[in-house]
């Protein structure tokens, strides 16, 4: 089974890119599903969290109140990396239980959309790995609309994340996305063609 690699930066388009996989029947493992489920009520993940950020961090009915713990680790950037270890194990067994249930359905290639691809170490599951990257400006306006927030709060969001630069340099595939909705399918059209093509024995080889 292929394991594909989406990635990119906060809003630069990966859930879009995503959505264009799905309807072309590819399916796809959302790292963002899976790291909400990991924070349910009563779950192992749930108890690490409430055990560091203490019972402040819950709502009345017991689940995490995810944009006060949001703030607390976007600001502190000790309380982001703690919160990144309590929950990286839980997360990545998460992706791996939801790739074996493809698996088992006899899927050929699948979408692993993990917006930490890089920063959780996760590259090496994928292959190919296909960056959305978007310019600076354009990735800020989009942000700034999409969530409704200042263009302070979107530029350390963004600010925070490696950046977009780097991670394209990491990348099999990069899927250029300053343009209209248009010409972000043309793209996709061209790379869908290269992760869908039959490896040769050699290019398998050397892929590993
Ligand atoms: P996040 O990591 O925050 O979930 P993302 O990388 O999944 O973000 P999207 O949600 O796909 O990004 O896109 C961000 C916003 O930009 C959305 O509102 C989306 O509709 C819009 N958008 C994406 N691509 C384009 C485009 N080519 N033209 C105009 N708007 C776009």
């Known amino acids: 089974m292929r394991m594909v690699g989406l990635t990119g930066g906060i809003g630069s388009g990966k859930s879009t890119v995503s959505n264009l996989f799905k309807s072309h ?5 959302d790292a963002d599903v899976v790291a909400r489920d990991v924070l349910k009520k009563g779950t192992g993940g749930w108890k690490k969290v ?16 995810r944009p006060k713990l949001g703030r607390i680790v976007f600001s502190d950037p000790e309380k982001r990396q703690l919160l990144n270890r309590l929950l990286a194990p839980y997360i990545s067994s998460g992706i791996l239980k939801e790739v074996l249930k493809l698996w088992l359905k006899g899927c050929k ?8 691809l890089f920063e959780a170490k996760m590259d090496k599951w994928t292959k190919p790995i296909v960056v959305v990257w978007v310019d600076p400006e354009t990735q800020l306006k989009r942000l700034m609309a999409r969530d409704g927030t ?4 979107a530029a350390s969001r963004i600010n925070a994340q490696m950046s977009l630069d780097l991670k394209r340099t990491k990348a099999d595939f990069v899927i250029d996305n ?8 043309e793209e996709f059209q061209k790379v869908l063609l290269q992760v869908t093509k039959p490896l040769t024995w050699t290019e398998f080889a050397l892929s590993r």
């Open 109 to 116: 290639i699948i979408v692993l959309d993990v917006p930490l």
């Open 25 to 29: 029947g590819i399916p796809v493992v």
């Open 50 to 65: 409430v055990a560091a950020f203490g019972p402040d961090i819950l709502l009345p009915d017991g689940e995490v109140d």
């Open 178 to 185: 300053t343009g209209s909705l248009a010409e972000l399918n």
């Open 150 to 153: 200042t263009e302070d709060d």
